[in-house]
């Protein structure tokens, strides 16, 4: 009888005089956002998840590719209570058949599914300032927890995936963990005690205007628990890992656009930073020119000057880097560990080894009496008092003049680990012949094992502390230098 236009405004006139007498709002939360996914959504639906496994009777059950748990979510058109700081809401969960698809860039979803809020209008502001935050970030949680650790990596080079990212992730299941790291008990505390701190360290952070955000620096010979060392950091904390590839990464305006693609909660990590990009190896030890590196060095100079970057090339600068690491960019995210490894630290370009920008120096050292009990735990599942007394009087003399990685060290293990009498024998053996070798090698260039590690200890100390302008200037002259002598070659 009514003709449609006429129809439909009095349906939007009852509505109106309805709201204004009705104490509730409603917020509609869409599965789609258009063409996008909407985030609060797969975050609503995880959250609930938590509550509505409880109370309700009848669930939707889901487990997610890469998750090692199951999801409980509110079943189609049900509803539930949420109490939020004494406050009632009300979920529903919306699922409607979607109309028959016109045109669309991506097909959609046979079914509409939304959840909608219902809040009294009282509360509005209340709830939309902290209860949705609340939301978010709850999910997250639940998330990790649920989900495997991942792994990304920047291996594709520049190029983008389907989405627009430039990290590619599979599961991360590295069973390494702080148990299993053989390493000086002691430090092996200091540094989960750090990384406590750290996580649980928002108000402390927020309080004294720092990122939150902390970096380490792992050095030592291969084969000392480095990258063991990064997997147990992410176990404990429950981190997704960022493996960084630099040699990957054509520029400074490209890493920082892979930094701001990194979620809060992950470790960012950068192996063997003195081999992956020349921003070092302008001076080497003892001051001269090292030609292979002040070549390439050379290299990137005319390329980054020319302007003529070819495909592939790196154009990366040490002042990118550190800008990733601490500018303005680096806090684009929050709760974030940056781990450089190293095997040559006094390869080290000096402004990274400058207080504040690595939180932590970590030397990971050859195995000592400690940390091969641990090992001997590990792989023969024997306690240090299980042995005879005697072997391990000798395993403690020989262990640290042998200079044995822990990677050597269970090496050996693992050959005999059904047996461990003859493991432990065939270990004892190895280690004194090493000791032996290590002792007339020392003597011959007339000098004693703690000699030579002294020295080394000064070298990195050596490095660690060369922060001088002079000294500075000093690798500027160098550098020109090079630069010079390079000039006259391809001449
Ligand atoms: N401290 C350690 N505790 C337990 N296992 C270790 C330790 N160090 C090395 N290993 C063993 O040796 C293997 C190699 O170690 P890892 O890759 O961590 O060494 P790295 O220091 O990262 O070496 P590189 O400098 O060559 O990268 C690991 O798979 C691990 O089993
Ligand atoms: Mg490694």
């Known amino acids: 009888v009514f003709p449609p236009e006429l129809r439909f405004a009095s349906v939007k006139l009852f509505y109106r005089i309805f709201h204004c007498f009705s ?11 258009g063409v996008n996914t909407n985030e609060l959504y797969n975050a609503v639906q995880l959250y609930l998840s938590s509550s509505v496994s409880i109370t309700g009777n009848r669930l939707s059950l889901t487990r997610a590719v890469n998750s090692s748990g199951f999801t409980f979510g509110l079943a189609n058109n049900d509803s539930i209570v949420d109490t939020f700081n004494g406050v009632n ?11 028959a698809q016109t045109f669309s860039w991506r097909p959609l979803p046979d079914e509409k599914r939304g959840f909608t809020l219902r809040i009294k209008k009282k509360d509005k502001s209340f709830i939309l300032n902290s209860y949705l935050d609340y939301i978010m970030e709850r999910a997250s949680d639940i998330r990790r927890n649920n989900q495997d650790r ?4 920047n291996s594709r080079g520049g190029s983008l995936d389907s989405r627009g990212h430039p990290w590619e992730s599979v599961p991360f299941k590295h069973p390494s963990t702080f148990d299993t790291l053989a390493m000086d008990p002691h430090k092996k505390k200091e540094i989960m005690e750090d990384l406590l701190d750290f996580a649980n360290g928002q108000s402390f952070y927020h309080k004294t205007g720092r990122a939150w955000k902390r970096g380490y620096l792992l050095y030592g010979p291969p084969g000392t628990g480095k990258s063991s060392m990064i997997a147990a ?3 404990f904390l429950g981190y997704d890992i960022y493996d960084l590839e630099l040699t990957e990464v054509h520029n400074n305006s490209e890493l920082r656009k892979l930094l701001m693609k990194t ?3 992950s470790i960012i990590v950068i192996e063997d930073i003195d081999c992956s990009i020349n921003l070092t190896g302008r001076k080497n030890n003892n001051g001269s020119v090292s030609v292979s590196a002040s070549r390439s060095y050379y290299d990137s100079e005319i390329r980054a000057g020319g302007g003529c970057g070819e495909e592939g090339g790196n154009n990366i600068t040490l002042s990118g880097l550190l800008n990733f690491t601490d500018g303005l960019w680096s806090c684009c995210g929050s709760e974030r560990i940056f781990v450089f490894t190293t095997n040559h630290i006094e390869k080290l370009d000096p402004a990274l080894l400058r207080s504040g920008r690595m939180d932590m120096h970590i030397f990971m050292s050859y195995c000592s ?12 599942g024997c306690e240090a008092c299980e042995l005879e007394e005697s072997i391990l009087k000798q395993l403690e003399e020989v262990v640290d003049v042998a200079r044995m990685t822990p990677a050597d060290i269970s090496e050996v293990l693992i050959k005999n680990r059904r047996k461990k009498e003859k493991a432990v ?14 002792e007339k090698s020392g003597v011959l260039r007339g000098k004693n094992v703690v000699e030579e590690e002294e020295e080394e200890e000064e070298q990195e100390k050596r490095a660690l502390d060369s922060e001088s302008p002079k000294q500075e200037s000093e690798i500027e002259d160098n550098c020109k230098e090079e630069e010079e002598e390079e000039e006259e070659k391809i001449k």
């Not at 809401?89 to 109309?99: G, S, Y």
């Open 263 to 265: 979620s809060s909660k």
């Open 233 to 235: 950091m992410a176990n």
């Open 425 to 438: 024998e065939e270990l004892l053996e190895t280690l004194k012949l090493r000791a032996e070798m290590n």
């Open 23 to 33: 104490s509730y709002c409603y917020f509609d939360i869409t599965e789609i956002d």
């Open 150 to 153: 991942l792994l990304y990596t």
């Open 89 to 99: 809401v009300l979920w529903e969960h919306v699922v409607t058949q979607r109309q």
């Open 369 to 380: 009496f400690p940390a091969l009990k641990i090992l001997l735990k590990n792989y023969l």
